[in-house]
Every structure is written in structure tokens, then in C-alpha cells.
């Protein structure tokens, strides 16, 4: 017989062994992509968390009472699956288009980015899953006591069970579930142990079933035999269950939170769908196969009266099986455990997105500082807690008697609620806000007074009375007659009532009101998502506020991740640094990249609060009132040719400037030279026109002047020298010195010699050591050249009192290295950056700065010619200069000498001009 | 329904391709069918349950569809090519906009 502690240490070993393979995995795919996690199986396998306790233990219970009832609960997502091509494939188009987190994002971001409706539909959620959690810790519980029961180990307290098992699930999904900010990312360790899950389960249900069917009974006919003589009169197929549960379980497979999230958040490739269309089905089939030989063999084997929920587990402990025994609640154990994991993701992604966050946005304003990123993590954290929290409260408020099924069916009619939104929204343009909320709000009030509010039991919420003779008497409101309806059981309803109701508000307020602009918008990109491929744009052209937005991006997306994005489309436009033009376009990008992150109402409205409007424009409304298909092709089409139109122009704008910024360039480039190199020349002369013609001079008067000349020549042969090392960088004639190297010891050197500069003044230099530690092969001498530049500059400007310097090293994936000098001054006014790198470039009058201007466009070169660049960072506390260069230099070939670091010195050059035309 | 005339290759892979994607719409609607049809043989009118026979049914339909859905996706996949961009609009292009997707306005 197996022990209570037997079977607790199987189930222990087993969560370890599910925890090293998600952590494995994780640590796998942090490393490298991992090509197998994004295959066709994996996602099928994910979309098992539809199996739950409830099918694994609850299907055989379902069997035992109603029959052939309960193929209901599959064939219902059978035809869903089977007609991917008509729905699923639309959704996950949608879905990806538009970077939806969840249900509630979805409904959220097709009616015009509403934060009601999204806050609606999490609510929703949230109270309808609740049953569902309930009903995966009852089960667990459930099996616990079996064991209890039947073994003679200690007996446990099986609400005790349920509270370790609810906390050991919180743990696990905080710890894999929450490690990536960007719900589009996939998680790929939870994803992992959910496929594992799916592996266990089902072979442990095909293990019973075979068991049953060929080593208990004499193999299928004997079953048959059996099945006939077990009929009873409750089996037979009654037309509006079946009808009724059919359409239910096909809503579900699409709007349960769980769901929706493996099938169209972690889905990595449309394509996989099409695998999913027969092979989803498949597991379906394996998983009922055998559900209704194990409930006729319990039926017989088992005394009667015994909670037929527990079939799969009892009748193989009946019969001596223990290792099928534990097998068996191994696999329920995986069926609970994945659908809590999945579903606490889901709802705490709705919670933050949908819920907190708005309301934070709301109370502060998006202007207000501090990192959204551990306030978006936290209430996540905190929510997949509360959630299993709530599953617990609900479990024992109902005090774990009811049917499994019967549990897992509320959940489902609450769900179902936000389909005619969801259905309408994607296939009828015509669908509005105001419909939608009207239909939500409809449905889940009849759903929560007929169903999920008597669900608790007489007299825990609503009272007998009621029940019996409708609140204050009125009979027609009876929960479970509404207007008289009393021919159908109570859930079936609770369905006909609440989609009905729901429907009609939906149609009816949908036809009253009209949508606004941005909802017809969202409308069009939902329902025709086949046809517009490029973005249709909300934005309008905005200048200047890049700085601000990219401020904005850090702190939702990380520092890192916001400064590479911006770079990205920064060269994709052709500029360099860090700051794009605030294109409509981009916008639009930016915005479905924060929505990934906090949900697209919140992305608009805080994008609304930098930009400051979202305007509709003409081929939008082009779009929005076309009904024909050759406006739309056609429209498309001049979309497609205006923006090609858009891009020449700008590419021709952008040499014009530059060419006319050259010319200028070059006259003041002459005049400046003629005005540097004629300063000392005009002192030299002089003195030594002094020299030569004063009489009797002292001989301190002549040293004096002599020295005067001397320091002046020196001045003179010093600027010559940085002009000629600027030209032959420029022209990349430049002879570079590769060898080995320690950027850690480099900076060491770099720090020493930039002391010399205003020696006077303490800085506080911040580094880590280990990070610096990186061996490099390039040109240690030019490199260091231009640390002493950054480091010596950072000396003189920066103009703190308690002066200090950050130095932060880091390796790209691509060998690349950036190292960040941030000092705490002031930083450089916006109008100047664009002209720190240009030559004879110099922010303050020249006694302070003492040089002639060529330090940082000599630098420039330099790091071109190493492969790399240096730019100003924007958007920090005080002026960072970031270095980028190849961690190995591989030489240039010198076949062509000159002409590569030619055009790469001329690119240097171009690509600063349109900063300067800001 | 034969194309009149033979028509050339590329021509004949998107006629082929488009029949493809009218029977993975009309698939589910076939499902459908078959999942109702036990309802139509009111076996309890006749005081029977009929578990078996519609068990049987049940079980094998679906295992037809599940074999349907093969065939289909793997002929899709094989037709369309890597390109789901195109096989979007090859589909859609078949059916005019203002059709029933569209709703009213």
C-alpha cells in the first residue's frame, strides 16, 4: 500500500524535477535561442493546460452521471481548431499585429484602446476563473485524501493540502512567470514545464485506460458489453445540454484567460496553428478515449456511492496497482498544476495591464518619476498570489462538495461573456464601445446573479428565499426562472440568459451610438487585418519630443532595451544618436512595443501625455469610409507608393541638407583655420618685430618675449599637429597599431594622464573592476587617446560640487563593447549636441576650455577607424559619452587603401549633419 | 467544379490553392454537422440510450475530422509555401470585401 509520505515525497521529487526544468531551460534560452522550444509541438502541447484536473478526474465523474455528455467539453474546441482558418488564424494575426496581452487587452484595444473595457473584462476574469482554481486545488486535495484514506500514513487535513499546494503554485509562477517585463515574450521555462505537464498527463490517463480496458475487462467488445449493461436512463443525450455545451466549450477554448494566452500570447509562429488544427484535436480524442470504459469498470468495481470524481485514481489502488496508482495522480497533479500556472499568468498580466497601471498613470500622471518596471513586476507578483488566493477563499467558502465539472462549467459561462464583444469586434466594423460595454456589463450581471452567486449554496449569498420566490417577491426574477423560464437546468440557464441579454446589448448599443474616430480606426485594423498590412497611423508629425519619449520608453522597457530601439529606427531614418524624428510611424511602433509591455490602453495614454494628441488622418478616414475593394487595394497601394515617395524625399532632403551644410561647413572651416593659425602668428610677429628693432632690452625682457614666441609656436605647431591628424583620419590614411590589450588597465592609464586636468578639483570615479576586465586586440594607443579625451572634458565641464565620474562596461552579444562615461554635471543643452563632435566645436569661450576645438571630432574619427563610434547618450542625469568598438579589430584589407575608411570618415561626417540641422 | 479551360501552372496552383481554403472554411461547418447528427436519431424517443452506437459514431467522426484537418493543413503548407503573408491575400482576394466579413457598415 502506499504511504502518505511515499506518495508526498513522489510529488515533491516531481515539482523539484518540474523546477530544474524550467530553471534549465530558462538558463538555456537566456544563452541562446533554442529552436526546438518554438516548434509546432511545444505549442500543441501548451495548449493541453485546456486538459484540466477537471478533464483528467472530473471527465470519468462526468461520464459516470451523464454519459456521453461529456465529449461535449471537446468536441466543442475539436470544430474550433478544425475551422483555424476561419477564426483562430484571425485572432493570432490580430494578435501579433497589435501586441495583445490578454483577453481583456484584446477587447481593450479594439474599441479604441478603452481602459474601461479592459478594467471590465479583467474583473471578469478574475471572479470567473476564480471556480476554475477552486476547482484544481479541491482536486488536488481530493486525491490527497485517497491516499489518506486508503493508506496509514498520518491523515492530513485537506484544506491544509490545498493551502501548501496553493503556495507552492504562487511560488512557481512568480519565480518563471513573471521574469519577463514584455507579456509578448514567451516564457519559455513555464511553456517547457506545461509541455512536460502535457506528456505526463496524458500518458498517465492512456495508462489507466488500457489497463481497464485490456487487463481488467477482456478488451473492447467485453467493454462494450459492459458500457450497454451499465446504461442508465440519465445517459441519454438530451438536446439542449448537448447543444447548449458544445457551443460553450468552443467559446472557452478561445476566451478562457488561459487560453487565450498559449494560444494567441506565447504563440511564436502563426504557422504552427495549422499543426495545432489536427494535432490539438488528437490529444483531445486521446484524452476522452477512454473516459467512459474507466467510469463503466468503476461503476462495477467500486462499491457504490463512492464520489465517481476519484475513478481514475481509486480503481487502480482497488485492484493492488499502486505504481498505476501513483502514476495516475502524478498526472492529475501535472492537469491541476499547469492550468493554475497558466491562468495566475494570464490574470496578473490583466490585473497590472488593465487595472494598476492605469490607475497609477491616472493618479500620477505619466510624467512622474521612477521606474514603471518594478511597479508593473510587483503587481504582478502580487496578483498571481491574490488570484490563488481568491481560488483558496472560494474553495472553502463552497467547502469543496461540488462536482468538478459543475465547478468548471461556471467558469466557463462567465467567460464566454466577452465573446459577442470579441466575435463582434473582429467581424463586424460596425461594433462600438458603448455595444461592447453594454454586452460585458449585460452578460456578467446575469451571470453573477444566475449562476455564480448560487453557486456558493443556499444561504451563503443569496438566500433561500430568494432563490425560491425571486428577490422581494417578484417571480419572474427568480435566479434560476428568469421570465419564466423554468424548463432548463440551471446552468444551461444562466447561458441562454446571459449570452442572449449580452448579445442583444451588444447589437442594440452598438446600432444606437457612433464609434469614435480612434475606434473606427482599431475597428478597421481588426476586421480587415489581412488586408492593411502597413500601420494605419494615429499619430500625428511631431518634432522635439523624442527626448522626452525615449525618457518615457526607459522607464517601461529598461535602459538598455529603450536606447537600442531608439538607435535602431534612428538609423533606419538615417540619422545617428539616439533620437529619431517623432515620425507618426515611429510613434506607432513605440506604441505596440510599451503595449507588450503594459497593455495598449495604457501604451496610447501614455504616449498621448509626451505627444500631447492623436489625430486621425486622411488615409485613415480613407480607410475607415471606403466600402469598396478597390478603394481599399487602391488605397493601399498609394500607401504603399507615398510612403516609398516619403522615403526618397527624405533621403534627398537629408543630402541636400548635407550638401549645403558642407559648403557652409567649409567656409567656416577655412575662416575658422585663418583665425586659429593668425592669433599666434600676430603675437609672434609682433614680439619679434620687438625683438629686432626696440633697443635695449633687458636681457628679462627678451628672455620674456623670446618665451612668449616660443609658447605661441607651440601653440601653432600643436594645432597643426591635431589638423593633421584629423585629416588623415578623415581620409583614412591613418596607420593603426593593432595589439593586445586590458581595457580595465587602459582606463587605469587614461585615468592618470587625464589628471593633469584641473588637477585641483577631486573627482570621485566610479567603476567595476571586473566588468573592465576584457581583453581587446585594436589600437591601444588611439583608444586610450580618446578615454583621455572623454575623461579630460568630463575634468573641465563638469560642473558639480561634489564632481564624480560613473565608467560602466559592458559586452554585447556581438563582441562589441560600450563603455559609459557619465559624470553628475549639468549635461549638454539639447541645441549643442549636435554640435560637440563638429570641428572648432566649443561650448564655452575659449579661455576656459583652452584647446582649439578638435579634441572630440578627432575623436570621432578615431573610434570610425576602429569600427566603432562614440555618441552622446541623452536623456541621463548629467553628460554620458558612450564608446561602441569591436571587442577583436580585424584589419582592413590594404588593397584599397583609403578608399572603405574614406567613405567611412565621409560617413561619420554625413551622418551628424541632420542632427546639426535641428 | 472543373476550370473551363485548362489553365497555366501558376495559374492552376492558386485555382488549386483557393479550393484548399474554401474546404478549410467549409471543414468546420462538415464538423458541425456531424456532431449534431446524434441529436437527429432521438434514440430516446425509443426509451434507448444507445451509448455504444453513438459512442462509435462520435469517436470515429472526430477521428475523421482529426484526419481531415491533416490532410488539409499539410496541403495548405505545401501549396502556400513559407509565406504567410501571401497565402492571406491569395485567400482573401477571392472573396470580395464587401462580402460577409464586412458587416454592416
Not at chain 1, 131 to 153: E, H, K, M, N
Not at chain 1, 164 to 181: D, E, M, Q, S
Not at chain 1, 296 to 301: A, N, P, S, T
Not at chain 1, 564 to 574: E, I, K, L, N, V
Amino acid at each position: 500500500m502506499l504511504t502518505f509520505n511515499a506518495l508526498l515525497l513522489a510529488c515533491l521529487a516531481y515539482v523539484a524535477f518540474l523546477f530544474a526544468v524550467a530553471f534549465a531551460v530558462e538558463r538555456a534560452a537566456d544563452r541562446r535561442r533554442m529552436a526546438w522550444l518554438s516548434s509546432p509541438l511545444i505549442y500543441t502541447l501548451s495548449l493541453s493546460v485546456y486538459c484540466t484536473a477537471w478533464t483528467f478526474y472530473g471527465a470519468v465523474g462526468y461520464a459516470a452521471r451523464s454519459g456521453l455528455e461529456f465529449v461535449t467539453i471537446y468536441l466543442g474546441p475539436t470544430l474550433v481548431f478544425v475551422g483555424w482558418w476561419v477564426l483562430l488564424r484571425k485572432l493570432v494575426r490580430i494578435g501579433k499585429a497589435q501586441r495583445i496581452t490578454s483577453v481583456a487587452d484584446m477587447v481593450s484595444s479594439r474599441y479604441g484602446k478603452s481602459r474601461l473595457l479592459g478594467a471590465l473584462v479583467a474583473v471578469l476574469a478574475v471572479l470567473a476563473t476564480t471556480p476554475y482554481i477552486a476547482l484544481q486545488l479541491q482536486s488536488i486535495s481530493l486525491s490527497f485524501d485517497v491516499f489518506t484514506g486508503t493508506g496509514g500514513g498520518p491523515r492530513a487535513d485537506g484544506v491544509e493540502t490545498a493551502v501548501w499546494v496553493a503556495a507552492g503554485l504562487a511560488l512557481f509562477t512568480i519565480l518563471f512567470g513573471t521574469r519577463k517585463l514584455d507579456a509578448n515574450e514567451r516564457h519559455a521555462g513555464v511553456v517547457t514545464a506545461i509541455a512536460v505537464e502535457a506528456v505526463v498527463k496524458l500518458v498517465a490517463l492512456l495508462a489507466v485506460g488500457v489497463f481497464v480496458v485490456w487487463f481488467v475487462a477482456d478488451g473492447p467488445s467485453d467493454i462494450a458489453a459492459r458500457i450497454d449493461a451499465a446504461a442508465r436512463p440519465e445517459w441519454v443525450i438530451r438536446t439542449d445540454r448537448w447543444l447548449g455545451l458544445t457551443m460553450l466549450s468552443a467559446m472557452a477554448i478561445i476566451a478562457l484567460p488561459r487560453m487565450f494566452q498559449v494560444l494567441v500570447v506565447e504563440n511564436a509562429d502563426e504557422r504552427h496553428l495549422a499543426t495545432a488544427s489536427w494535432a490539438f484535436p488528437l490529444y483531445l480524442f486521446l484524452m476522452s478515449v477512454f473516459v467512459l470504459p474507466i467510469a463503466v469498470v468503476g461503476l462495477e468495481v467500486l462499491p457504490a456511492g463512492l464520489n465517481p470524481d476519484l475513478f481514475v485514481l481509486k480503481l487502480p489502488l482497488a485492484l493492488g496497482q499502486d505504481g498505476l496508482a501513483m502514476l495516475a495522480f502524478l498526472g492529475g497533479f501535472s492537469a491541476a498544476t499547469s492550468m493554475v500556472i497558466v491562468a495566475a499568468i494570464a490574470l496578473s498580466t490583466m490585473v497590472s495591464n488593465q487595472i494598476v497601471v492605469p490607475l497609477w498613470l491616472a493618479r500620477h500622471g505619466g510624467t512622474a518619476p521612477g521606474d514603471l518596471r518594478g511597479l508593473v513586476l510587483i503587481t504582478r507578483r502580487i496578483a498571481i498570489a491574490a488570484v490563488l488566493g481568491l481560488g483558496y477563499v472560494y474553495y472553502r467558502v463552497t467547502g469543496g462538495g461540488a462536482e468538478l465539472a459543475a465547478m468548471g462549467l461556471i467558469a466557463f459561462v462567465g467567460m464566454a461573456q466577452v465573446m459577442p464583444a470579441m466575435l463582434g469586434g473582429i467581424f463586424w466594423r460596425g461594433a462600438t464601445r458603448r455595444g461592447a460595454a453594454a454586452g460585458v456589463v449585460t452578460g456578467f450581471a446575469v451571470w453573477l446573479y444566475a449562476l455564480f452567486l448560487p453557486s456558493f449554496g443556499p444561504d451563503v449569498l443569496l438566500s433561500t428565499r430568494v432563490m425560491a420566490e425571486g428577490p422581494f417577491g417578484i417571480g419572474w426574477l427568480r435566479p434560476q426562472g428568469l421570465f419564466w423560464v423554468d424548463s432548463l437546468d440551471p446552468l444551461l440557464h444562466a447561458l441562454f440568459w446571459s449570452l442572449a441579454l449580452n448579445a442583444l446589448a451588444f447589437v442594440a448599443g452598438s446600432l444606437v451610438g457612433a464609434p469614435g474616430a480612434l475606434e473606427r480606426v482599431q475597428g478597421v485594423q481588426f476586421v480587415n487585418v489581412y488586408d492593411l498590412q502597413p500601420a494605419t497611423r494615429g499619430w500625428g508629425q511631431g518634432a522635439g519630443e523624442a527626448d522626452d519619449l525615449l525618457g518615457m520608453a526607459q522607464r517601461i522597457l529598461g535602459t538598455s532595451e529603450a536606447q537600442s530601439f531608439f538607435r535602431d529606427t534612428a538609423a533606419a531614418q538615417g540619422k545617428a544618436g539616439y533620437l529619431p524624428d517623432a515620425t507618426p510611424d515611429f510613434l506607432e511602433r513605440l506604441e505596440r512595443r510599451l503595449a507588450g509591455t503594459v497593455g495598449s490602453a495604457t501604451a496610447h495614454a501614455m504616449i498621448a501625455q509626451v505627444v500631447g494628441r492623436s489625430f486621425v488622418s486622411v488615409e485613415d478616414l480613407m480607410a475607415v469610409a471606403s466600402e469598396t475593394a478597390q478603394i481599399m487595394e487602391y488605397s493601399s497601394q498609394l500607401e504603399a507608393k507615398s510612403e516609398e515617395l516619403a522615403r526618397t524625399a527624405r533621403q534627398l532632403r537629408t543630402a541636400n541638407d548635407m550638401l549645403t551644410k558642407l559648403s557652409v561647413q567649409k567656409d567656416a572651416f577655412l575662416s575658422q583655420i585663418s583665425h586659429e593659425l593668425r592669433t599666434p602668428m600676430t603675437s609672434i610677429r609682433a614680439f619679434s618685430e620687438i625683438l629686432k628693432e626696440a633697443e635695449g632690452l633687458d636681457a628679462d625682457t627678451q628672455r620674456k618675449y623670446a618665451g612668449i614666441i616660443q609658447d605661441e609656436a607651440i601653440r601653432l605647431t600643436r594645432l597643426l599637429d591635431d589638423l593633421l591628424d584629423l585629416s588623415v583620419l578623415e581620409n583614412g590614411q591613418v596607420q593603426l597599431h593593432i595589439d593586445d590589450g586590458n581595457l580595465g588597465r587602459l582606463i587605469d592609464r587614461a585615468l592618470v594622464s587625464s589628471n593633469s586636468i584641473a588637477p585641483h578639483r577631486v573627482f570621485v570615479i566610479d567603476r567595476d573592476h571586473a566588468a573592465e576586465n576584457i581583453d581587446i586586440v585594436t589600437d591601444t594607443g588611439r583608444l586610450a587617446q580618446v578615454i583621455i579625451n572623454v575623461l579630460s572634458n568630463a575634468r573641465k565641464y563638469c560642473d558639480a560640487a561634489n564632481p564624480r565620474i560613473d565608467i560602466r562596461v559592458r559586452l554585447r552579444d556581438d563582441d562589441m563593447i560600450e563603455v559609459d562615461f557619465a559624470d553628475n554635471g549639468s549635461g549638454i543643452p539639447r541645441k549643442s549636441r549636435a554640435l560637440i563632435f563638429e570641428k572648432f566645436a566649443r561650448l564655452t569661450d575659449q579661455a576656459q576650455a583652452g584647446g582649439a576645438g578638435l579634441g572630440l571630432a578627432i575623436c570621432r574619427e578615431i573610434m570610425v577607424n576602429l569600427g566603432g563610434s562614440i555618441d552622446y547618450v541623452p536623456g541621463q542625469a548629467g553628460a554620458v559619452f558612450r564608446l561602441t568598438f569591436p571587442r577583436v579589430l580585424t584589419p582592413r584589407s590594404d588593397s584599397r587603401p583609403g578608399a572603405d575608411a574614406a567613405q567611412a570618415g565621409a560617413e561619420g561626417n554625413l551622418s551628424s549633419t541632420p542632427d546639426a540641422a535641428e | 467544379m472543373t476550370p473551363p479551360a485548362p489553365l497555366p501552372d501558376p495559374e492552376r496552383g492558386l485555382y488549386r490553392r483557393r479550393r484548399l481554403v474554401d474546404m478549410a472554411r467549409l471543414l468546420p461547418m462538415f464538423g458541425v454537422l456531424l456532431v449534431l447528427l446524434p441529436l437527429l436519431w432521438q434514440p430516446a424517443e425509443r426509451g434507448e440510450t444507445a451509448t455504444i452506437s453513438l459512442g462509435s459514431f462520435l469517436f470515429t467522426a472526430w477521428l475523421g475530422l482529426i484526419a481531415a484537418a491533416f490532410l488539409l493543413s499539410h496541403a495548405l503548407g505545401k501549396s502556400g509555401g513559407d509565406r504567410t503573408g501571401d497565402d492571406a491575400q491569395m485567400s482573401d482576394a477571392d472573396v470580395p470585401l464587401s462580402g460577409p466579413r464586412e458587416g454592416p457598415p
